[in-house]
């Protein structure tokens, strides 16, 4: 049973910069997919970066320029780094292992002055 373990939110100014953390653990196999969602009060569920195993990487264009993603395969841990944040980043930040449609618990990010 895979579980993933979201760690790294919290509360930074607009401009500031946050780096998210998930953490999987259990049976891992490659190649996967994994991936970073955010839902913001009120809202749905977006998606926001995802990465392959092999570190081919998408994103929305929301977020281009600012967020970065990165997988350590020999951790079985996805980062997302946070750069320029706006208040309008605020949500709730979601990993998710895509090939078994496996959600972590979410970890929240507030942006505001």
Known sequence: QVQLVESGGGFVQPG????????????IFTPNVMGWYRQAPGKAREFVELITSGGTTTYTDSVKGRFTISIDNAKNTVYLRMNSLKPEDTAVYYCKLLSGNIWGQGTQVTVSS
């Open 16 to 27: 500031g910069s946050l780096r998210l953390s998930c953490a999987a653990s259990g049976s």
